[in-house]
Nanobody
Framework: QVQLVQSGGGLVQAGGSLRLSCAAS????????MGWFRQAPGKEREFVAV????????LYADSVKGRFTISRVNAKNTVYLQMNNLKPEDTAVYSC?????????????????WGQGTQVTVSS
């Protein structure tokens, strides 16, 4: 079983930055694709970013492209989401997710492990 523990998040003003971290423990898969999803109140969960097991092929939702960066340090079993130039519409609960496979995916149903979620609030 893989456990994903998130850290980071909080309250920030529009234009500010935050970094989310997601550390994997347990029976870890160092080369599993990892992703981030978010869910705002009253809205469905949406894909944010994903990175392959090797750390290549990052893919982003159009809404965050150019502002967010996903990265990973396999030696630490940790994936990061650097969020810059945050906007009020980025306010949501952010969750990291892991796959049993190294290839990327963008549907939440393709992910097998989930973090506990963390609130990100961007004030205008």
């Amino acid at each position: 079983q893989v456990q994903l523990v998130q850290s980071g998040g909080g309250l920030v003003q529009a234009g500010g930055s935050l970094r989310l971290s997601c550390a994997a423990s347990g029976r870890t898969y160092s080369y599993s694709a990892m992703g981030w999803f978010r869910q705002a109140p009253g809205k469905e969960r949406e894909f944010v970013a994903v990175i392959s097991g090797s750390g290549g092929n990052p893919l982003y939702a159009d809404s965050v492209k150019g502002r967010f960066t996903i990265s990973r340090v396999n030696a630490k079993n940790t994936v990061y989401l650097q969020m810059n130039n945050l906007k009020p519409e980025d306010t949501a609960v952010y969750s990291c997710a892991g796959r049993r496979f190294t290839t990327i995916a963008t549907s939440y149903s393709d992910f097998d492990y989930w973090g506990q979620g963390t609130q990100v609030t961007v004030s205008s």
